[in-house]
T-cell receptor
Framework: EDKVVQSPLSLVVHEGDTVTLNCSYE??????LLWYKQEKKAPTFLFML????IEKKSGRLSSILDKKELFSILNITATQTGDSAIYLC?????????????FGQGTRLTINP | GAVVSQHPSWVICKSGTSVKIECRSL??????MFWYRQFPKQSLMLMAT?????????EQGVEKDKFLINHASLTLSTLTVTSAHPEDSSFYIC?????????????FGSGTRLTVV
């Protein structure tokens, strides 16, 4: 069964801290791994990763994929209260002849001032 | 670019009635759209894949007759929750996949919060 597992499920830190969110996966016919940030409504796209070892950066956020060990991490440095959200990891895969996203449970990140 | 509009954003209905949710791709054509359900503090669960001009593909455990999906055009997919019951109360989100996009190509609607009373 295809699955995506995120850890931790919940994380509370102080503003300015650095956090690392984890995502491991087991899927057949892997195509890409995506990170999303979800606040109150729809998820917003952060990163798409297809190749191992290539870090993607956007401001204080960065992410990297290890296709050998089947995991990805999302780093956020110098966290701010606006980073509080649920962070979703999803793997795009061909499942039963169709291209789909399989989501992890999400990590609920809370940044306290 | 790549905007997906979902309507309504919230709806309250009586038990036994049906509710229709629309998902439109505003500036691109989407041959495939996806419908997800999200319970409080849980992740997105794929319900079905909506294919333009053909039948939807439902995930295991999702009742086809209860969650009717229609994808009549390249920019519109609808999800109808028939004979809704309180246990159908949830957050429903659609997404559309834009082929050939530079990034992931998956754009999400803003979601519909359904409450059945």
């Amino acid at each position: 069964e295809d699955k995506v597992v995120q850890s931790p499920l919940s994380l509370v830190v102080h503003e300015g801290d650095t956090v690392t969110l984890n995502c491991s996966y087991e899927v057949t016919n892997f195509r890409s791994l995506l990170w999303y940030k979800q606040e109150k409504k729809a998820p917003t796209f952060l990163f798409m990763l297809t190749s191992s070892g290539i870090e993607k950066k956007s401001g204080r956020l960065s992410s990297i994929l290890d296709k050998k060990e089947l995991f990805s991490i999302l780093n956020i440095t110098a966290t701010q209260t606006g980073d509080s959200a649920i962070y979703l990891c999803a793997v795009e895969a061909y499942i039963q002849g169709a291209q789909k996203l399989v989501f992890g449970q999400g990590t609920r990140l809370t940044i306290n001032p | 670019g790549a905007v997906v509009s979902q309507h309504p954003s919230w709806v309250i209905c009586k038990s036994g009635t049906s509710v229709k949710i629309e998902c439109r791709s505003l500036d691109f054509q989407a041959t495939t759209m996806f419908w997800y359900r999200q319970f409080p503090k849980q992740s997105l669960m794929l319900m079905a894949t909506s294919n333009e001009g053909s039948k939807a593909t439902y995930e295991q455990g999702v009742e086809k007759d209860k969650f009717l999906i229609n994808h009549a055009s390249l920019t519109l997919s609808t999800l109808t929750v028939t004979s809704a019951h309180p246990e159908d109360s949830s957050f429903y989100i659609c997404s559309a996949r834009r082929t050939g996009a530079v990034y992931s190509g998956y754009t999400f609607g803003s979601g519909t919060r359904l409450t059945v009373v």
